[in-house]
């Protein structure tokens, strides 16, 4: 399988713990993309990588939320004290940043927190 | 900012054509993507438009109207299949990628 592959698949954790996912890309995609996602709306984008390189974060994002792509591969989103307003599907998308950056995504974290 | 609107439900029937609208407000954006998503399921790609017009994919063709901020997405000869959601979606140069709400289509037979 030569997807965008994300892990864990689903993620349940109480209120204040630290919960860290991983997303694998498209290997030779440059760029990563992280988003969030709750019912009935549209991914909401977090942030993302050009190889290693965090390039663009949204003002959305507090500073619990952290990601790093530490060797222009595969990439992490940690979230701290997680509230239960954190829980959602987190997607990882890459591309080839091409003029047309088409992304693929991958299957999600679903994050439950109680 | 880059307000997309769409509607929210849509209903066709199998064998039908389908329209879906999409509206931004925006000062600027490098290309116009629209996505399917089905029901718990990641969003895949579907078509893209980056000059004025329309691109034909298949049972799939979009279109652009920059100068109306406009854009939608044409599905003939509807499948059952195609009950998911879509999303219009706006691709800026800085990288960042802004997503609408997405339209739930549901084909009826």
């Known amino acids: 399988d030569t997807g965008v592959s994300q892990d864990p698949r689903h993620k349940i954790t109480k209120r204040g713990q630290n919960v860290t996912f991983r997303c694998d890309p498209i290997s030779e995609h440059n760029r990563l993309y992280w988003y969030r996602q709750t019912l009935g709306q549209g991914p909401e984008f977090l942030t993302y990588f050009q190889n290693e390189a965090q390039l663009e974060k949204s003002r959305l994002l507090s500073d619990r939320f952290s990601a790093e792509r530490p060797k222009g591969s595969f990439s992490t989103l940690e979230i701290q004290r997680t509230e239960q307003g954190d829980s959602a599907m987190y997607l990882c998308?890459?591309?080839?940043?091409?003029?047309?950056?088409?992304?693929?995504f991958g299957p999600g974290t679903r994050l439950t927190v109680l | 900012g880059q307000n997309i609107d769409q509607p929210t439900e849509m209903t066709a029937t199998e064998g039908a054509i389908v329209q879906i609208n999409c509206t931004y407000q925006t000062s600027g954006f490098n290309g116009l993507f629209w996505y399917q998503q089905h029901a718990g399921e990641a969003p895949t790609f579907l078509s893209y438009n980056v000059l004025d017009g329309l691109e034909e994919k298949g049972r799939f063709s979009s279109f652009l109207s920059r100068s109306k901020g406009y854009s939608y997405l044409l599905l003939k000869e509807l499948q059952m299949k195609d009950s998911a959601s879509y999303l219009c979606a706006l691709f800026s140069h800085a990288g960042k990628s802004t997503f609408g709400d997405g339209t739930t289509l549901t084909v009826k037979p």
């Open positions: 998308a890459s591309s080839l940043a091409r003029v047309v950056d088409e992304q693929f």
